[in-house]
């Protein structure tokens, strides 16, 4: 194993927990890792002394070492910044957002047999931010979609899917209704489909039929492909299927840059407590890990968590136990040996 140079930022509220966490388990699996600390959120401007939510030092650090692993990050309220998240994805161009959802044994939930993957476009849509006040009391929202973007998101969703084995592309649109931006996303991914991955099914629904059928019977999709804002709220939606935001990993890619996050939020009254679940950055850790090609010690991790949470009661309140995050991050690192 090489080593590897990585950007770590802590982040907000609980993330320094969870991504100290990620970093014990990775580091006991055995991969050579040079952390790189970088302040983003509340945290760059609180403790850091910067301007900005997410300064330029850090995306310097993240576009010279290619990787980074992200802990929740709160952008102030009110103070005229613009989301730390919707910046990284923008400014390092990270067009897509991956987001597996998978049943965990030991996790109860309605659902069984869960298995699929939202592949959300991250840089275009109402996420642009362009808003105008037309007269006092009409605002208006820009929603932008461009050919480019569109054909590069379908085009990484079948490219995924056909690489990992995976059956079937669905698109979630709403083209019945915005005929021209839903519309060129529906027919990027029809005609990347049909000229260059025909092999792989592929399948498209409106993104309100879609919704009822997946919390119907959710073990029917697989890659779920959609631009920016249907790809947030559906991938929260599928979290729920499986146990919430404490068990799905998150990342967000682009061309030669990669950031790795834990996608729920910086849970600030549980902050300093210790009792925070670290599974989802862990989680993403693992990501990252198969990301750079530390496949086998992915592996591991990935075996470790999942044996944990089948046969032991060692877990985080959220998911009905009583240890801390020290105490299931050290029993995660136990399994591993």
Known sequence: MSKHTIV??????????????????INAAGVDINWITCPAGADAIEHHGHSDVLPDVTLDAIRKHKIALKGPVTTPVGKGFKSVNVQLRQKLNLFAAVRPVRSLAGVATRYEGVDMVIVRENTEGLYTGIENEIVPGVVTSMKVATKNACTRIARYAFDYAMKRNRRKVTVFHKANIMKLTDGMFLNCAREVHEKEFPQVAYDELIIDAGCMKLVQDPAKFDVLLMENLYGDLVSDLCAGLVGGLGVVPG??????????????GSAPDIAGKGIANPLACIMSGVMMLNHIGETIAASRIRDAYNQLLANSKTRTGDLGGSANTAEFTQALIDTMK
């Open 251 to 264: 990342s967000n890619i682009g061309e030669d840059v990669a950031v790795f996050e834990a996608v729920h």
């Open 8 to 25: 770590l930022i802590p982040g907000d509220g609980i993330g320094p927990e969870v991504t100290h966490a990620a970093q014990q388990v």
